[in-house]
């Protein structure tokens, strides 16, 4: 069983370290630090310690980090590096899930709509988005917009943030499944580009309903999978607690996905995170999102192009022969 330690334990006490950096460099400025040799060697001994906990971090490690509560969420992606947001409510149909948003935008001089999953910033906030776990009518708003941005010519941006569909009664008792399988099935028939953004957690078909893209980008401490690794250690393991073995056998992460050829490009974080820089990581977004939808714009056939990328994901070339 892998042993993991307590990430925000550890990020506690870094915190602590360089709040006493932070006060005795106000001391230095001032010419007050009777040991400035005191100063050298905190900032090594933090420096080192941030290094060595958080390079090559284990996957569960990257899980607990992509569920960090000032983690950037769909709002700040719309707030930062979107203009001119116009938002659209409900299905068509009398609802409106508020746990997943969408509507027209420019990125830089580039219009587009923008469709995601959305958990907010605070208690209240999560509360009414169902903490990003859409229902079938959140499914069904998301296949609005998107026909809307094919009915417009329009390419779409989608950001997936969700530890999965909600799984409840009602929701089941709707169609949960029909809906997912619904909007998978628009995405693959859109005549426009897509380009998705793999924004913290991407769990199961709550996920892929948003997901289905000719560039798939993701952050470098998120994670995709078929399920969270805590259900997939209760199922396998008959024990929650070995989900750490269960994130590092499911290979949910980015760096994973990347040599599988699920994800194109990896969005580098700070660190310990993308919460302890949000500037620098919303413009690394920012900037590699622009890249793929010039990219995508030059695809000849985009919805072909969606096809054969999926149709070839699981190809193996090392088969025997019976």
């Known amino acids: 069983m892998d042993e993991i330690w307590n990430l925000y334990e550890i990020e506690k006490f870094l915190d602590q370290l360089d709040q006493k950096i932070l006060a005795l460099r106000e001391l230095k400025e001032k010419g007050q630090l009777a040991n400035p040799e005191e100063l050298n060697i905190l900032e090594i001994k933090a420096q080192k310690i941030k290094e060595e906990l958080y390079t090559n971090l284990h996957p569960y490690h ?6 960090h509560p000032n983690r950037p969420v769909f709002d700040d992606i719309i707030s930062n590096i979107f203009e001119d947001f116009y938002e659209l409510f409900g299905d068509r149909m009398g609802y409106n899930d508020f746990s997943i948003s969408g509507g027209l935008a ?3 001089n580039y219009p587009v709509f923008v469709l995601g999953h959305s958990k907010g910033k605070n208690t209240q906030e999560r509360i009414k988005r169902n903490y990003g ?3 079938p009518e959140g499914f069904y708003k998301a296949i609005r917009i998107m026909e809307i941005a094919n009915n417009f010519r329009t390419p779409l941006i989608t950001i997936v943030d969700t530890p999965g569909a909600y799984p409840g009664d009602l929701a089941e008792q709707r169609g949960q499944f029909i809906a997912i399988a619904r909007a998978i099935s628009k995405l693959f028939d859109l005549e426009v580009p897509v380009v998705s953004l793999i924004l913290s957690e991407g769990g199961s078909g709550g996920a892929l309903a948003l997901n289905v893209a000719n560039f798939v980008l993701m952050l470098e401490n998120a994670w995709y999978s078929v399920i969270s690794p805590e259900g997939a250690a209760s199922i396998l393991y008959r024990d929650s607690s070995k989900a750490p073995l269960a994130a590092r056998n499911l290979k949910i992460t980015a760096y994973d996905l990347l040599s599988l050829n699920i994800v194109d490009e990896i969005i580098k974080e700070p660190l310990q995170g993308a919460h302890k820089d949000l500037k620098y990581t919303l413009n690394n977004i920012k900037n590699t999102l ?7 714009l030059n695809l000849t056939n985009p919805k072909e192009h969606r096809f054969q990328k999926y149709r070839n994901i ?4 090392n088969l025997i022969k019976v």
Request: glycine fraction near 4%; proline fraction near 4%.
């Open 106 to 108: 420019k990125l830089e």
């Open 133 to 135: 776990m859409p229902n």
């Open 290 to 296: 622009i890249l793929y939808l010039q990219k995508s």
């Open 314 to 317: 699981g190809i193996f070339d």
């Open 62 to 67: 990257r899980v607990q980090l992509s569920r």
